[in-house]
């Protein structure tokens, strides 16, 4: 009977393996924990929205000031 043998790097594969668990899990808690700040965002954003349009209140759209082309006669077939 022989007695099998493990790969040297055996061990280390293992604690990589359970390292990257413990670290994804650490991120997935932190992740949690950062979700409570949405409403808080939410609200800064759309105050931010609201200082947007005061600002922009009679600012006319580039594409409103340009004027238009003047038309092309058009020769031949393009």
Same mark, same amino acid.
């Given at each position: 009977m022989s007695r099998r043998r493990k790969h040297p790097l055996a061990a280390f594969v293992l604690w990589l393996g359970v390292s990257l668990a413990c670290s994804l899990l650490a991120l997935a808690l932190v992740l =949690? #924990?950062?979700y409570d700040h949405g409403d808080q965002l939410d609200n800064a954003h759309r105050a931010g929205m609201v =200082? #947007? @349009?005061q =600002?922009? @209140?009679g600012f006319r759209a580039e594409a409103e000031r340009?004027?238009?082309p003047a038309a092309r006669r058009q020769k031949g077939l393009l």
């Amino acid at each position: 009977m022989s007695r099998r043998r493990k790969h040297p790097l055996a061990a280390f594969v293992l604690w990589l393996g359970v390292s990257l668990a413990c670290s994804l899990l650490a991120l997935a808690l932190v992740l =949690l #924990g950062t979700y409570d700040h949405g409403d808080q965002l939410d609200n800064a954003h759309r105050a931010g929205m609201v =200082l #947007g @349009q005061q =600002l922009c @209140q009679g600012f006319r759209a580039e594409a409103e000031r340009a004027p238009s082309p003047a038309a092309r006669r058009q020769k031949g077939l393009l």
